[in-house]
């Protein structure tokens, strides 16, 4: 009995955490579908798209879904070329002080984002950055460089060094035989890096709430608070329906990249130190 009892615990205790992460996810689908909805969780009494058409009807939310997709693809893709390039050395040479700058950059990665952005602020106001997407996109790509570059380190290690020195010897240079040879076999790496970026980036707040001012260049991640009216007020199916909306970029591209990212993961823990 004592035996049963100590074999089902970790069953019971994982799915009431289930259910935990299951009710806002819940709510939001029947919120979404009902015109009437409220703060708790119901079953509509009469199922609609009535939300949903309201959402995408305004310009502004279309417009904020396209400023968040541009910066998190814009950033994603710078991560993942620089990290990739300044991987390489770190990878493939023996550097006299590499594990002191490793150390610093997992170090870097433990520094939170809200002790930096007053003095990122002045600098951006300094230097005619402040309101821009570009400085945006910048200073989201330079916060994503420490992990992005310790990650791409890892799943570099796990190249055999051997496929690049035949490609040299056939006189491939250096940046082909990154092309070539090592970005198509660390695919999957470089996707769990991209899929990482782009994930933390969409569901960014803060730091575009800082550095932007101008509601024609927020991202949906701002932008999903206009739900929350004065008052008090809240219109709770348009929010849910934004919501859904909101999830489905980072949904669809865990989807589409879940074998690569099993590999990717794979590839890390199998990669040398």
């Not at 996810?25 to 409220?38: M, Y």
């Not at 002045?122 to 460089?145: E, N, P, Q, R, V």
């Amino acid at each position: 009995m004592r035996w049963k009892l100590e074999k089902g615990v970790p069953y019971i205790v994982l799915s009431v955490l289930a259910l935990i992460f299951a009710l806002p996810l819940l709510w939001i689908i029947l919120a979404s579908l009902d015109l009437n909805a409220s703060a708790s969780v119901h079953i509509p009494a009469k199922w609609t798209l009535e939300n949903y058409k309201a959402v995408l009807s305004e310009q502004a939310n279309l417009k904020a879904f396209a400023n968040g997709l541009l910066i998190s693809f814009s950033q994603s893709l710078i991560v993942v070329v620089a990290a990739g390039l300044a991987a390489y050395p770190l990878s493939r040479y023996e550097l006299k002080y590499k594990n002191i700058f490793m150390y610093t950059i997992l170090f870097m990665t433990s520094l939170p984002i809200t002790a930096v952005m007053v003095p990122v602020y002045k600098m951006f106001l300094s230097m005619h950055l402040y309101d821009k997407m570009i400085g945006l996109i910048l200073f989201l790509t330079a916060t994503s460089m420490p992990y992005a570059i310790w990650l791409m380190k890892n799943f570099m290690d796990g190249v055999p060094l051997e496929l690049e020195d035949a490609a040299k010897v056939d006189g491939a240079s250096t940046l082909m035989s990154i092309r070539k040879i090592i970005a198509p076999l660390m695919f999957p790496g470089i996707c769990v890096v991209f899929i990482f970026t782009f994930s933390n980036s969409w569901g960014n707040f803060f730091v575009p709430y800082i550095l932007l001012q101008s509601i024609d260049k927020m991202p949906a991640s701002v932008t999903l608070y206009q739900f929350f009216g004065q008052y008090g007020m809240v219109v709770y199916g348009q929010l849910a329906a934004y919501s859904a909306l909101y999830a489905i970029p980072s949904i669809l591209l865990y989807v589409l990249s879940q074998n690569y990212m099993s590999k990717g993961f794979n590839m890390a823990g199998a990669a040398k130190g």
